[in-house]
């Protein structure tokens, strides 16, 4: 009888194992989601500046100021981080402006009202040249209106 019990000791051990594990994989699912959220919402909340940063002209190095920065490492001169960073500023940009495209084809596609509600209001809040606040957001749009300010 001695082994039964152990049997049923292990199992429990086991499925207490199994329970926990699950649980770690969850929170580092949900962790996951939530970061990618975050990040989406602070590039949309920054998209006129990454937009103004990609636009702004970068200084050119003339041959004299070319050959006395030959002394210095390359990455520590900030021009040339300022034209990484501004590079990096262009692939975001980009990735944001395909992903946002792609979403409009894809309710342009279904004719789906929500999701064209959505859009207009992302537009709206984020990424219209004169955006607008989140109060106004919820006025223009709580009737179900077809705002577009381009």
Partial sequence: MEIGRIDEQVKLVAQVGIDAYRSRVKKS???????KLRNTKLI??????LEDHVNVGL??????D?????????WELSVYALI???SCSKVMI???DLVLD??????NNRNDALRQRRYREIK?????KEPINRDRCAELFSDGSSYDNP
């Fill in 29 to 35: 699912k949900k962790s996951a989601y939530e970061r």
């Fill in 44 to 49: 949309l909340e920054n998209y006129r500046y």
């Fill in 59 to 64: 200084p050119k190095l003339n041959t004299e």
């Fill in 66 to 74: 070319q050959e006395a920065t030959t002394a210095i490492p390359r």
């Fill in 84 to 86: 990484g960073y501004q």
């Fill in 94 to 96: 980009k990735y944001t």
């Fill in 102 to 107: 792609q979403y409009r084809e894809e309710y």
């Fill in 124 to 128: 709206a809040l984020f990424l219209n």
